[in-house]
């Protein structure tokens, strides 16, 4: 069946340096959905991309939609701590199921 | 407006019990997905319901069921509860579905012993 992979499982960043996660799709997307989840807490939708090639930004996030609509990335820019969180990355399948990445956990180095 | 409320927050069963959580999604939304989240791990796709059919369904024994009534709102239902059932189950609702982008509800931490 249809996979989403997404890689780094994890980072570790100082604080004032960028983050990016990937995800990779076995197939061509309708669209790519992107999710942070804080810790303890529950994902909160950030935003999707539906043209290929698109890229959109929100502050100091980006998030670029690849060509072929089988691969996005998420940018983080001078991350901050109130950046900690997991990112998931999600598309939907042939069956109206939304396919989940394993997501990225960013870590503040102390 | 309103976002997704699940109830109850937490819950603590004992093995061999069943329990049932409740999901109200955002109103209009038509869409209702529920997810397994255990720790360290990502989201675990139980199953969707849409405008009261089961949409979709994900790896999980036939202990694990869900309906969804008129209003939308949502029940699953955990039979002979195990302890690796423990974990915490999110709702999230969409407009139509995948095409979509999906609010979560805080979710419900069931414990079994």
């Known amino acids: 069946g249809q996979q989403v992979m997404q890689i780094p499982q994890y980072q570790h960043v100082q604080e004032g340096e960028d983050f990016t996660t990937y995800c990779n799709s076995s197939t061509t997307l309708s669209n790519i959905q992107w999710y942070k989840q804080r810790p303890g807490g529950h994902p909160v939708f950030l935003i999707q991309?539906?043209?290929s090639g698109e890229v959109k930004k929100q502050k100091r996030l980006t998030f670029q939609f690849g060509e072929a609509k089988k691969n996005s990335s998420l940018h983080i820019t001078a991350t901050q701590t109130t950046d900690v969180g997991t990112y998931f990355c999600?598309?939907?399948?042939?069956?109206?199921?939304?396919?989940w990445g394993a997501g990225t956990k960013l870590i503040i180095k102390p | 407006k309103a976002g997704v409320t699940q109830t109850p927050r937490y819950l603590i069963k004992t093995r061999g019990q069943q329990v049932t959580l409740s999901c109200s999604p955002i109103s209009g939304h038509r869409s209702v997905s529920w997810y397994q989240q255990t720790p360290g791990q990502g989201l675990q796709f139980l199953f969707e319901y849409f405008s009261e059919t089961q949409r979709n369904k994900g790896n999980f024994p036939g202990r694990f069921s869900g309906r969804q009534f008129s209003n939308s709102r949502s029940e699953m239902n955990v039979s002979t509860l195990e302890l690796g059932d423990s974990a915490l189950y999110l709702c999230?609702?969409?407009?139509?579905?995948?095409?979509?982008?999906?609010?979560f509800g805080s979710g419900t931490r069931l414990t079994v012993v």
């Open positions: 991309l539906v043209k």
């Open positions: 999600a598309g939907p399948d042939s069956n109206y199921q939304l396919i």
């Open positions: 999230a609702s969409s407009l139509e579905g995948q095409n979509y982008g999906y609010t």
